[in-house]
């Protein structure tokens, strides 16, 4: 099996990352937070609490002295993730925090509903992302990060 790219991540995920990055019906912020989050798989509430110098966008790559694992860390960042943070940040007046939407700063894990709300509104209507059964919870955030592991491991790689 050939190594996945972004149009294999797009394949098997039934289009959803290409759908909300491309489509403009939601705010750029978002669909630039959702990218880095396919593309990337960092933790939301990570990504969320980004900050500026914590990008070296020169050397492509995101440090993360505080995190989850208490475990510091720097990672490589794909060469068109940092296309894009670097149009973004031309873009964007200095801030705070790496992701910031119209009401501050982007919600992190707890963003679960923005997430399938955006997915509505790019028109993404899958059923089985919306609905939770006894046995299947509606689409979170944090299943992008799941995703991207699944892909990695598929290519014979591991998550970090």
């Keep these: 099996m050939a190594p996945l790219g972004p149009e294999g991540l797009d394949e098997r995920c039934g289009g959803v990352s290409t759908e909300v990055a491309q489509r403009q019906v939601n705010p750029l912020s978002y669909r630039i937070y959702y990218g880095f989050l396919f593309r990337e798989g960092m933790r939301a509430d990570e990504a969320g609490r980004l ?7 020169e050397r492509g790559a995101v440090v993360l002295d505080e995190n989850t694992t208490d475990d510091p860390r720097a ?3 794909y060469p068109d993730v940092v296309r894009a943070l670097r149009a973004y940040s031309a873009i964007s007046p200095p801030k705070q925090r790496v992701f910031i939407g119209p009401n501050g700063p982007l919600p992190g894990c707890k963003g679960a509903q923005n997430f399938r709300n955006h997915l509505r509104r790019a028109g993404i209507d899958r059923p089985e992302l919306f609905e939770a059964t006894h046995s ?22 591991t998550e970090t």
């Design 51 to 57: 900050e500026p110098s914590d990008l070296d966008l």
């Design 136 to 157: 299947r919870l509606n689409i979170r955030l944090h299943d992008t990060r799941a995703t991207f592991i699944t892909i990695k491991l598929a290519n014979g790689r």
């Design 75 to 77: 990672c490589a960042l």
